[in-house]
């Protein structure tokens, strides 16, 4: 159990475009998703947190009207790059999580390669 | 915040031997996960462990929360463990998760 789904696995677009990325927890309801960023060679950087029904807690130095994060339902995250630059090319990583401690579960992340 | 330290950053293994990974804390946490990243980016959950120890097959794990670190071993190493191995950890209620810089392993047959 606790299968978390990640989409699209790969995205290669022109500078300007907005990037949709979705994250389902497939066999657990999520009461707490996660938005993670990771350069090459590099470790994990939290970006926000959303937490069902509610706005996103996005973490230092993470622009919000760039990274546009929806978590609708209890399954279910998104997190849009609005207005997509090279800069913002990187490996974004979803998790989630049933409960506040509870272990987090990670998608198998987004490769965003923007031209 | 909490400072996360792994150690060795890299570490070169010839098929079938055992190794030790080491994660320090600086501070007193909720909750503690390793990972595995394979080459193709994913992240295995390997084990949530604040404290004690637990075993999966040729993984052990075990976390002195009083003394700050954890210890991941893997026994008989094998090609498919190359990859990066994280240790995470929560501080205080709010569940996010501060990740150390990662161990390279890199398993030769």
């Known amino acids: 159990g606790a299968v978390v789904s990640q989409h699209p696995s790969r995205v290669i677009c022109k500078s300007g475009t907005s990037v949709k990325i979705e994250c389902r927890s497939l066999?657990?309801?999520?009461?707490?998703m996660f938005w993670y960023r990771q350069f090459p060679k590099q470790s994990l950087m939290l970006m926000a947190t959303?937490?069902?029904?509610?706005?996103?807690?996005?973490e230092q130095g993470v622009e919000k009207d760039k990274f546009l994060i929806n978590h609708a339902s209890l399954t279910l995250s998104t997190l849009t790059v609005t207005s997509a630059h090279p800069e913002d090319s990187s490996f974004y990583i979803c998790?989630?999580?049933?409960?506040?401690?509870?272990?987090?579960?990670f998608g198998d992340g987004t490769r965003l390669s923007i031209l | 915040g909490i400072q996360v330290e792994q150690s060795p950053p890299d570490l070169i293994l010839q098929e079938g031997a055992n190794s030790t990974l080491r994660c320090n804390f600086s501070?007193?946490?909720?909750?503690l996960q390793w990972f595995h990243q394979n080459p193709w980016g994913q992240l295995i959950n390997l084990f949530y462990?604040?404290?004690g120890t637990k075993q999966n097959g040729r993984l052990s794990a075990t976390t002195v929360a009083t003394e700050r670190y954890s210890l991941l071993y893997i026994s008989s190493s094998q090609t498919t463990d190359s990859g990066v191995y994280f240790c995470?950890?929560?501080?205080?209620?709010?569940?996010?998760?501060?990740f150390g810089k990662g161990i390279t392993l890199s398993v030769r047959p």
């Open positions: 501070d007193s946490v909720n909750n």
């Open positions: 995470a950890v929560v501080t205080g209620a709010n569940s996010k998760l501060t």
């Open positions: 066999d657990f309801q999520a009461t707490t």
């Open positions: 959303s937490n069902e029904g509610s706005k996103a807690t996005y």
């Open positions: 462990i604040p404290s």
């Open positions: 998790s989630a999580s049933r409960a506040a401690l509870e272990p987090q579960h």
